[in-house]
C-alpha cells in the first residue's frame, strides 16, 4: 500500500514538473512579445533552430503541459526565447538578456540563425574579430556612411 503511494506521489510530482515548465514556456513567450499558440512555437523554434525542427504536435504538448522537452530542444527553446536554460527547465535564475527595460533582439530568420550557430562554434579570438568587425560595420552604417 505505501509502495502504491510513493508511485503515485512521484506521477503527481512528474505531472507538476510538466505544467510549471508549460507556465515558465507562456512566460517567456509573454516576455518576447509572443503568443502561447503551438503554431506560433512551431513555425518560429523552426526559423531559429532549422537543425532540430519540431512538430506543431510537439510544441502542443508543451503548452498543455504533458511533455518537457529534451536537452536540446530545451536549450534551443531557451537560446530562441533568450531566457536561461535553467529558468525554462526549473525556474531557478532570471531572464539573461539585456538590462531591465531594454529593447528585445530582433527575431532572426533561417539564414541569420545558422549565421549566429556557426559564430558561436567559433574558438573565442574567432568570435571577438567578428564581434569587431561587426561593430565597426554598424558604427559605420550608423554615422550615414556607405
Keep these: 500500500m ?5 508511485s503515485a506521489s512521484g506521477y503527481l510530482r ?3 514538473a510538466k505544467k510549471e515548465f508549460a ?3 507562456v512566460d517567456a513567450m509573454a516576455q518576447q512579445g509572443l503568443e502561447p499558440k503551438a503554431a506560433v512555437i512551431e513555425r518560429e523554434y523552426n526559423d531559429f533552430h532549422p537543425d532540430a525542427t519540431i512538430t506543431v504536435q510537439t510544441a502542443r504538448a508543451w503548452l ?9 530542444h530545451m536549450e534551443g527553446l ?10 525554462l527547465r526549473k525556474g531557478k535564475s532570471r531572464f539573461r538578456v539585456g538590462e531591465p527595460g531594454s529593447p528585445a533582439m530582433p527575431r532572426l530568420g533561417k539564414q541569420d540563425a545558422a549565421t549566429m550557430h556557426a559564430f558561436a ?7 571577438k574579430l567578428v564581434r ?3 561593430l565597426a560595420l ?3 552604417a550608423t554615422a550615414g556612411k556607405p
Excluded at 121 to 127: D, E, H, K, N, T
Aim: hydrophobic share 40%.
Design 23 to 25: 507556465d515558465r514556456l
Design 2 to 6: 505505501l509502495s502504491n503511494f510513493r
Design 121 to 127: 562554434a567559433l574558438p573565442a579570438s574567432r568570435r
Design 132 to 134: 569587431e568587425v561587426i
Design 78 to 87: 531557451a537560446a530562441w526565447l533568450r531566457v536561461d536554460v535553467q529558468t
Design 138 to 140: 554598424s558604427e559605420t
Design 14 to 16: 512528474g505531472m507538476s
Design 64 to 72: 498543455r503541459g504533458a511533455h518537457v522537452p529534451g536537452d536540446e
